[in-house]
């Protein structure tokens, strides 16, 4: 019974190091999509997001976005997708990639992907298309140092008036990290 207790607490110890390794898989792999229902459209330093119409479509899975600087004077309009306090630190230091498909109308060319972390917001700017395109964009891209991505609360989409003026519409899906 004791070479059997003996033998017990050995093949423990040596698993115990792979059960951590799969752990950290599983969580790295885990929770890979990101839910676009939680958007919401603002025009920056304004009460009324009247310039800013977001909608998601529970058909298609899509986030529909509508600017319109006539009806705001905010110089930045955002679409927001809120991630909750999604634990991106280890997909940061794997340099996983922040992925999703979008499309805008003629008059934005180009957009500044923002993400909220603990202590600042990081963003780089992205050249646009009218037609479907896949983004990928490592997480070390938008700088930063591990910890401050412990916490990725939001990722935004940002339009500046005096680069999309009079405004223009965006189309977002498929968001993941990966």
Known sequence: MNNFKLFLDIFSTLLSPIIEILRWIRDICKNRQI????????????????????????????????????KTEAEICSVVI???ELDASKK????????????????ISKIEVECRLIKRDLRLDIATLS?????????????????????????????RRSEHFPGGEIWLRDMFIE
């Open 35 to 70: 839910n676009l229902k939680n958007c919401e459209g603002f025009c920056i330093g304004e009460d009324k997001s009247d310039g800013c119409i977001v909608k998601f479509d529970n058909i298609t899975k899509e986030i529909y976005s509508r600017i319109d600087y006539n």
């Open 82 to 84: 809120f991630t909750g």
């Open 92 to 107: 940061y230091r794997l340099k996983k990639h922040l992925c999703f498909e979008l499309k805008t109308s003629d008059l």
């Open 131 to 159: 037609d479907w395109k896949k983004y990928s964009i490592a997480l070390p891209e938008f700088g930063g140092v591990v910890g401050e991505w412990k916490c990725l609360s939001e990722i935004k989409f940002l339009m």
